[in-house]
């Protein structure tokens, strides 16, 4: 699954996800009303135009969150995003970027899996694909991969965003029983929907050219875990030298339509050119791809404005705009993204003024999202300007696997509500003041174990400074809560410093820093939403250390049964328990210029942050 908030957490997005991270960010003011332009951004464009070959495409990056690594395994230490991860090295499977499906079948390096009656044995065929030197990408080429994500985790279980431990790859022996043809062993049988899902995410690299472990270095054999170890400490060094990104010969080395031409260390701007070996989908017509960095949202805007730009996605702060940038010769178009949901997260494990427990009390996180008016927020000018859906689960919009509540929130917005769960509960609601604990104790109508007598209900809330909408709707929560007499205090922080410190799985030296976070949307896998690695005991991006045995319990059903179905049920019973707090789902905004165009299905895959600018040519 994809865990992407625009790039991995410690140096793991994803993603979601899990390409180029081009995330959405924000400003206001200007342009026509919300209520103008309703409806005006909700057509997808068809393709038109005779293609002409050549051009440069520009494509804005999301202020303050460059890239700064290349390999596309970075280690938790990196604290970065790997450049175009998805255009110079493909996964073995495309992930599709849409609800109903997993896979995007056409530009994936593997026909579909096969699987024994078991379903502990998986064959896969791969395709005619070729690296950039001509030699056909190879089962072996699978199997070295694989070796250097288990070389890494071994260091480590922070090097790997999606990983559990015990899990994939743990447990998978795999083996080229042939040059196309690859055998994956599994100690434990996955759902084939969630093992399919986990092998998006398996970027495929060159065995024949990156099996060294020094410059000039012999070629090692990689099934020697010694051996994997030493490529894999070899190539992590490697890919720290970002002034050499562009030169080193190892990087040049890609199966995917892309190869680095250039690369600003100081920026993080970079730029790609076909690859001219490649043999996937795609004319690849553009003579080159430039992503520029951005230092706001507000500069990027202008260079929308000033038509610097040929591609980019906007959020709901935008929306005022959209009557401008079409003036301009833009294309607009938004909906919400698949398998996404904007979380509150909570810490667990903060133990400072006895935040764990009180925070372990459901009643207190069903009062707490009792106070969030998500259509009042989506309404609001200053948050989302009618761009955004409600949204209550784990599943995001439009679900295959949709919670047994539907479109209905198990708990809708009503202060009243909220402030009767916390009376009822032993506390004494002091509106505008500070509610406290006056009936401690574990029976009916009391707080709750470890709560004391006095005890008030009071956090930070570490709220992101891009997109926009993340600090406003993060004040109107803080505004809220104040009247139910529960102080909330913002700390605004930038994206990087949340990703690198603010998550107890990988940063738990940090764990009493924080209380709550807020730091924009979470990607799950499109088509298969698995909590996997997110909610379950021990998963590797349980930021905030939620733990429930029931939920270890359905989770591993939809990780490991036979029957996908089970999800619906893991997504109801989790949405409800409330292990974050559930915000309105932004509309993703995605711009681009009205003489660029390609497949419909291209740009509909920027709602998920998946580019594929070897489908786009300039028109006539």
């Known amino acids: ?37 309703q409806g005006s951004y909700k057509t997808l464009p068809k393709q038109s135009g005779k293609p002409k070959d050549g051009g440069t495409a520009t494509v804005a990056l999301t202020p303050g969150l460059s890239p700064n690594y290349i390999y596309p395994y970075p280690p938790a230490s990196a604290n970065g995003t790997v450049i175009a991860r998805g255009l110079m090295w493909r996964s073995l499977y495309r992930p599709s970027g849409e609800g109903d499906r997993i896979t995007d079948t056409e530009p994936s390096l593997a026909k579909a899996p096969a699987y024994s009656s078991d379903r502990k044995t998986v064959t896969i065929r791969m395709k005619d694909y070729k690296w950039s030197n001509g030699r056909p990408v190879t089962a072996d080429d699978v199997v070295f991969s694989l070796a250097l994500l288990k070389a890494a985790l071994k260091e480590s279980p922070a090097n790997w965003s ?36 986990m092998l998006t995410l398996l970027y495929v690299m ?71 070996s490649y043999s996937g989908p795609g004319d690849s017509r553009l003579d080159r791809v430039d992503f520029k960095s951005f230092t706001s949202a507000a500069a990027a805007l202008n260079q929308f404005k000033a038509g610097n730009l040929t591609v980019g996605t906007l959020d709901s702060s935008f929306i005022t705009q959209i009557a401008a940038l079409k003036k301009k010769g833009y294309h607009v178009y938004g909906a919400p993204a698949p398998a996404r949901f904007d979380p509150l997260v909570f810490n667990f494990e903060n133990t400072t003024g006895n935040f764990d427990k009180v925070v372990a009390r459901p009643y ?33 919009s439009d679900s295959p696997y949709p919670p047994e509540f539907g479109d209905k929130a198990p708990y809708p917005y009503d202060p009243a509500a909220a402030e009767k769960l916390l009376a009822d509960n032993g506390w004494k609601v002091v509106p505008n003041g500070s509610t406290a604990c006056e009936r401690p104790g574990t029976g009916a109508g009391e707080c709750g174990a470890g709560i004391p007598r006095g005890q008030t209900i009071g956090f930070t809330l570490a709220s992101a400074n891009t997109p926009a909408y993340v600090g406003a709707r993060d004040t109107a929560f803080a505004s809220a809560a104040k009247k139910l007499g529960v102080k909330v205090t913002i700390v605004t922080k930038s994206l990087n410093y949340l990703y690198a410190n603010y998550g107890n799985s990988f940063a738990p030296a940090n764990k009493k820093k924080w209380a709550t976070q807020d730091y924009g949307p979470l990607y799950m896998a499109a088509g298969y939403p698995s909590s996997n690695t997110v909610f379950n005991t021990g998963g590797s991006f ?41 915000f309105p789902t932004p509309h993703t905004l995605v711009v681009w210029k009205d003489t660029l165009s390609g497949p419909p299905s291209s740009f509909n895959a920027l709602l998920s942050f998946l580019y594929q600018p070897e489908l786009w040519y300039f028109r006539d």
């Open 206 to 276: 060159p065995s024949e050219e990156w099996n060294i472990a020094r410059t000039g270095g012999p070629h090692l054999d990689y099934s020697k875990p010694k051996n994997a170890k030493a490529i894999y400490t070899y190539l992590t060094k490697q890919s720290q030298s970002q002034s050499t990104f562009a030169d080193n010969p190892l990087w040049q080395v890609v199966n995917g339509p892309y190869r680095l031409k250039s690369f600003a260390p100081t920026t993080g701007s970079f730029s790609l050119v076909p690859n001219k």
């Open 364 to 396: 207190v996180r069903q009062a707490l999202q009792h106070l969030i008016d998500q259509r009042g927020y989506i309404r609001s000018r200053g948050v989302y300007n009618g761009a955004a859906s409600p949204n209550y689960s784990t599943a995001g």
């Open 542 to 582: 349980n930021l905030g250390g939620y733990r429930n045995a029931e939920m270890d319990k359905l989770i591993n059903a939809s990780t490991f049964g036979a029957d996908p179905k089970v999800l619906s049920t893991e997504v109801t019973r989790l949405s409800k328990d409330l292990p974050v707090l559930f």
């Open 1 to 37: 699954m994809k865990h992407v908030s625009g790039r991995p957490r410690g140096g793991r997005f994803a993603a979601l996800a899990a390409v180029v991270a081009v995330l959405a960010t924000a400003c206001t003011g200007g342009g026509s009303s919300a209520k103008d332009v």
């Open 162 to 197: 999606f990983y559990t431990p015990g899990q994939f790859p743990d447990g998978v022996t795999a083996k080229a029983t042939a040059a196309d043809t690859l055998t994956l062993e599994l100690k434990t049988a996955y759902n084939p929907s969630y093992l399919l899902s």
